[in-house]
């Protein structure tokens, strides 16, 4: 029925195509065979979603045994995965070591490229004497040089939210050995929350902490239910400031406008949550948040963690001075940033 107007009929392949790596939709019995390869291959050669889209009428036929195409030489497709790596070619890696031996003050700015490769990045940066600075998906490589969450388990994984949510993620700072995430390219709202359902159910045994804001998770409050349902023991931080903020700030610093259109009805969270069955934990007392962390963080099921934000309170400043260069994720916990709002 495709492409004659019926109930629900898009191009799943072309809706998709900007967000994968791979997208196409099976056209005949004997496509589906070459087609999962590729998509599969795609997915872990890429590191991105593969997409198959499937018409009905294909899902109920014989994948396998369906005739070949005649141009569809048989075992010409396969779903080996090959553990890709790209090496730069010997000359540009001598220009480089040249640069960077040449340096006074070398710095090395390393992001998502550099996944796995802590312990050689730490090398390379003590023979230089140079510093480490990590983009968001940095923390990928795993080198400690950073401070760190101090409330989070060794092993902690990590999924992180887009809006000034992502700035105060970034101050968290991570111990080798814990693992972070966010959608660092495409940028979107409400990743936290499916990234750390995938992340706990691939890794059981490690705590998994999502770490969202409140306009994120009001619109995937139903995976909470996923954590219910799954009893996956996912800790899910929200910090609550009841606005959009980083398009409050966006508005006002980089368009000079008064905010507008920006301020959420307020949720107590922790109350929500509770229709699941899954704790929550409400803090608006900075002297009390370590503590209440601790202990949730601490409890074996899923937990809600509502803190309770000033929505006033700048993600980054105009103008960065040295105290603010110099500061360590230690100084400024989230709690300097959270206003008491138990009156
Ligand atoms: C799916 C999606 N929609 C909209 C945006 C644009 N956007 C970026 S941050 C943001 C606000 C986030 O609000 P909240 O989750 O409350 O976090 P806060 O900025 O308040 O910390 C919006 C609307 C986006 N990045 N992704
Ligand atoms: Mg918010």
């Known amino acids: 029925m495709i492409g004659t107007h019926y109930l629900q009929d898009i191009k799943h392949d072309f809706a998709l195509s900007d967000a994968c790596v791979y997208s196409q939709r099976v056209m005949g019995e004997a496509h589906v065979l070459n087609v999962v390869d590729m998509a599969v291959r795609s997915a872990i050669g890429a590191r991105g979603p593969a997409a198959i889209a499937f018409p009905i009428d294909i899902q109920s036929g014989e994948a396998v045994s369906g005739d070949r195409s005649i141009k569809n030489v048989a075992g010409h497709s396969a779903v080996a995965a090959l553990d890709g790596r790209r090496i730069p070619p010997r000359e540009r890696i001598e220009e480089a070591a040249r640069l960077l031996s040449g340096a006074e003050k070398p710095l090395i700015f390393i992001g998502a490229g550099a996944r796995g490769a802590g312990d050689e990045v730490e090398r390379a940066a003590e023979g230089l004497g140079a510093q480490i600075v990590k983009a968001m ?68 045994d490690r705590q998994v902490v999502a770490l969202t804001g409140d306009g994120s998770l009001t619109m995937m409050v139903g995976e909470l239910a996923t954590l219910a349902q799954h009893a996956l023991p996912v800790k899910v931080v929200v910090m609550r400031s009841d606005v959009l903020g980083l398009i409050k700030w966006e508005q006002m610093a980089f368009l000079g406008n008064p905010q507008y259109g920006v301020e959420l009805a307020p ?59 110099t500061a360590s994720p230690g100084d400024s916990p989230a709690a300097s940033r959270m206003r008491s709002r138990s009156r």
């Not at 000034?164 to 814990?178: E, H, K, M, N, P």
């Open 267 to 325: 949720v107590e969270f922790a109350q929500v949550t509770q229709a699941w069955g899954i704790r929550g934990t409400r803090i608006d007392d900075p002297a009390r948040m370590g503590d209440q962390l601790g202990e949730a963080l601490a409890a074996d099921g899923p937990e809600l963690i509502e803190v309770l934000f000033d929505p006033h309170d700048m993600p980054m400043t105009p103008t960065i001075n040295r105290e603010h260069a």
């Open 137 to 204: 998906l940095g923390d990928q490589a795993g080198c400690g040089s950073l401070h760190l969450g101090r409330a989070v388990a060794d092993r902690a994984i990590l999924c992180g939210d887009s809006g000034t949510v992502t700035t105060w993620a970034a101050r968290t700072g991570l111990r080798r050995g814990q693992m972070f995430s966010f959608s660092g390219t495409m940028c979107s709202m409400t990743a936290a929350l499916p990234y750390a359902i995938g992340a706990q159910a691939a890794y059981p």
